[in-house]
């Protein structure tokens, strides 16, 4: 263990050659003193001597495998105080060469702070102005992360003044921006430039963004503790152009202020694991997340072992609800050959035999893909087809599935079904879903049905109200509602810092607008942003390395309640040719086979139509998919919005 001054110990960094380790280390030792400074608050007012480098000593110990510039940071002391800082790591997994990969990924750092001296106010002289406090602070950052002086006489750059003089105030127009502009020519990342250009000016009244400077010491000591849990998003990233295209960080599988709704779900899920069948009903307007939302936990279903059948109805469905609802079953057979061990194969094998005997034919007819599972040569496999001019009635359909799903489902491998969009669905394939649900045999099917629907979109009649009637006066099953509202403000507020990699009180302001305007509506809310984009409101600053916009402005903007004329206003400003691309695409339906488009492209009509698709799918509007390879528009509004974009009287062609 060793103590060194805090002045020492920039200097022994300098030798430090790893120039990101070299900031999470400053920014530790930055987000310590901040936590002194505000336990010495509470034992006596402050001076402004003892905000300074000469009032802190560094802890560190070495390690015999480590070089010393590796020395861990395992405390800060403030001497003035006699207050002892000790730095509890607790994702720490002991000591080793990716100890570099772990301070990358983050650290949630845990402070216990240990005083000498009682708790007072009793002092000679008053306590001084909390904005003094956090001014002063941000000279101490300065000195911390440029390893200057500012109060050196000589210049630190050209011709410009220096930051501040002896009295803590220089009056030279533009002084203060020095801050930023010195630190960013060291290298240090943006917002460490922003963070301490916003403590250096908490004194200062007559600024030109006073709302980004900081209202007290904590604040400021929350962002640097984001600085040490999120680096790979708030230091050491970039949203810099890239193909001369502003590029705005989405994070595409995070889900935003739904975490109780993603419990209810997976809650679900568990009780299907232990032998019960569970119907769930997701509600809410369009673009609220509810696919989204459903999609979340899907991960979780497969990894303990479940199979999950996922079907998403189309006003333009050609083919109608049910045949699609039998496709997705044929699906599953392909799913559950890929996922299941050769015992467990057998023992669904002998189930299905078991249950369908004879009949076996029948499954064989409804879902070719069975053969994947029961070959031909297997007992019963031979059996004499029905013959097709035959037409297989609801009854039957209801039953061969409900026997199907009653022999592959079990409590180590539960079936989740996920029915999209419901409001498109009809009567008579919800009630294969009611025959599975309600199936009367002893310990029957392990089954999660899950049914989203666009409440502002059907009426009291609809088959899904009847179908969820009817499964809680059966009482087979656990019936459960789930409405989904517009997200909360500070969610959708950690959704735009994510995206901007900036501090969420920076962004907060933002956000609020946002919010007020889209309602929290998740889908909405990230259109709006993108436009924002699109029309040069938010707008990337090559010199400060981040984004910037301006409230009053974004306040002004008029929005429509309608999220299509976002969408539809923006394709309608693209090249022709990737305008022709989403009007095909949006013909089929909500997905494509790739294979049809690739033969379009064939053709004298819509040649070049994939590299139309390809621009799509790289500005967000299509993405590809599954296997065999499907194009599908990433959300309902947009292929709405593209389909909008084909002129009535060309809809029916």
Known sequence: MEDMPLTKWLEAELKNPDGKRLIIRKTTVAYAAAELLQKAITIAPLSANKISLDNFVVRTKKWQHLPSSAADIVGVDMISEKLSLTIIDPSDRGRSSSRDAKEDAGRNLVVSISSCLPTSSDSGFEQI??????????????????????????????????????????????????????????????????????????????????????????????????????????????????????????????????????????????????????????????????????????????????????????????????????????????????????????????????????????????????????????????????????????????????????????????????????????????????HILCDNASGASNCLFVGSYRSNEVSPNHALFRLKKELEASKKCSVQKLMLDGVKCEDLNTLVSDALSLFPRVTRGLSSIIHEKTEGNPFFFLEFLRSLVDRGLLQYSMGLERWEWDEDLIRLEKITNNVLFLLANKMSRMRMEVQMALKVLSSFGNEVNEKIITYLNTTSQFVDILSGVEEAISDGFVSKVGEPLCYVFVHDKVREAAYSLIPDDAKDE
């Open 129 to 434: 102005k909390e904005s003094t406090i956090c001014h002063l602070f941000g000279i101490l950052l300065y000195q911390i992360y440029s390893n200057l002086d500012p109060f050196l006489e000589n210049k630190l750059e050209g011709n410009e003044p220096t930051l501040l003089d002896h009295g803590g105030v220089k009056t030279e127009k533009g002084g203060l921006r020095l801050t930023y502009s010195t630190l960013r020519e060291l290298g240090s990342p943006p917002n460490i430039c922003m963070l301490v250009q916003n403590f250096a000016e908490c004194k200062f009244d007559n600024l030109p963004s006073p709302r980004n400077t900081y209202s007290s010491l904590k604040e400021g000591s929350n962002d640097l503790h984001l600085l040490l849990r999120h680096p790979n998003k708030l230091l050491f990233t970039s949203n810099a152009p890239e193909d001369g295209q502003l590029q705005l960080r989405l994070q595409k599988n995070k889900l935003y202020g739904r975490d109780h709704e993603v419990s209810l779900i997976s809650d679900a899920f568990s009780t299907v694991c232990a032998g019960e069948s569970v119907a769930l009903f997701v509600g809410g307007f369009s673009g609220s997340g509810k696919t989204s939302l459903v999609e979340s936990v899907m991960a979780s279903v497969n990894a303990s072992g479940g199979y999950v059948l996922a079907q998403k109805f189309d006003q333009l469905s050609r083919g109608g609800p049910l045949l699609e609802l039998i496709s997705a079953f044929d699906r599953l057979c392909v799913l559950i050959q890929s996922r299941t061990s050769p015992q467990d194969l057998q023992i669904i094998v002998d189930r299905l035999t078991e249950t369908f005997g004879v009949d076996l034919s029948l499954l064989r007819r409804l879902l070719p893909k069975v053969d994947g599972l029961v070959p031909p040569s297997t007992k019963f496999g031979q059996q004499i087809p029905v013959q097709d001019g035959t037409r297989m009635n609801l009854q039957s359909v209801c039953f061969i599935l409900q026997h199907f799903i009653r022999a592959v489902s079990s409590k180590s491998h539960p079936v989740m079904i996920f029915l999209d969009d419901l409001q498109w669905c009809n009567s008579m394939t919800l009630k294969v879903i009611q």
